[in-house]
């Protein structure tokens, strides 16, 4: 039978007779109970326009035009190899987890900043390029690109 494979990856953490056993566990679980969000912060106008860019609009007719979603998957690779090369750091204690979930937060804002600046794909309809001035695509580009941030947060339930 065909083993399925897991939706996440592992880092490994090596433990040897010297090691402190729950300092390893606190450290784990300190790094376990939060998340980094990436995203834009922004009023509510921004809020939508983000919105529209990234998932696009049928009724609009505008076509998508991910920055987070495509910046979040670009990032990916890089960051599970910083998560592997960190987390046995941590579990010796010459990292700190808050450093990791920094260090993550700042990969991921590079990768969606550099997706953003990149959106030159699918291209203006006619009516709107009649009206648009310059040759950037997104409305508020200026706005929008300012707003997007990362956050670190508690997981919801405790982890």
Same mark, same amino acid.
């Given at each position: 039978? &065909?083993?399925? !494979?897991?939706?996440g990856?592992?880092?490994? =953490?090596?433990?040897? *007779?010297n090691?402190?056993?729950? #300092?390893? %566990? !606190?450290?784990?679980?300190?790094?376990?109970?939060? *998340? =980094?969000?990436?995203?834009m912060?922004?009023?509510? *106008?921004?809020?939508?326009? &983000?919105?529209v860019?990234? $998932?696009?609009?049928?009724?609009?007719?505008?076509?998508?035009?991910? @920055?987070? !979603?495509?910046?979040?998957?670009? &990032?990916?690779?890089?960051i599970?190899?910083?998560?592997?090369?960190k987390?046995?750091?941590? &579990? *010796?204690?010459?990292?700190?987890?808050?450093?990791?979930?920094? #260090?993550? +937060?700042?990969?991921?804002? #590079?990768?969606? =900043?550099?997706? @953003?600046?990149?959106? !030159?794909?699918p291209?203006?309809?006619?009516? $709107?390029?009649?009206?648009? %001035?310059? %040759?950037?695509?997104?409305?508020?580009? %200026?706005?929008?690109?300012?707003?997007?941030? $990362?956050?670190?947060?508690?997981?919801? +339930?405790?982890?």
């Open positions: 039978m &065909a083993r399925r !494979r897991r939706g990856s592992r880092a490994n =953490v090596t433990i040897d *007779e090691s402190n056993i729950p #300092e390893i %566990k !606190r450290a784990l679980k300190k790094l376990a109970a939060k *998340e =980094v969000h990436i995203g912060q922004g009023d509510a *106008e921004l809020a939508m326009i &983000a919105g860019h990234e $998932y696009g609009s049928a009724k609009m007719k505008i076509p998508s035009r991910s @920055f987070i !979603r495509v910046g979040k998957k670009r &990032a990916t690779s890089p599970k190899k910083l998560v592997k090369e987390v046995q750091l941590i &579990a *010796e204690g010459s990292a700190s987890p808050d450093d990791l979930l920094r #260090e993550i +937060g700042t990969i991921g804002l #590079e990768r969606t =900043v550099k997706r @953003f600046d990149s959106i !030159r794909q291209p203006l309809s006619a009516a $709107y390029k009649a009206i648009k %001035k310059g %040759k950037k695509i997104l409305l508020r580009d %200026k706005d929008l690109r300012d707003s997007l941030t $990362y956050k670190i947060v508690e997981k919801e +339930g405790g982890s």
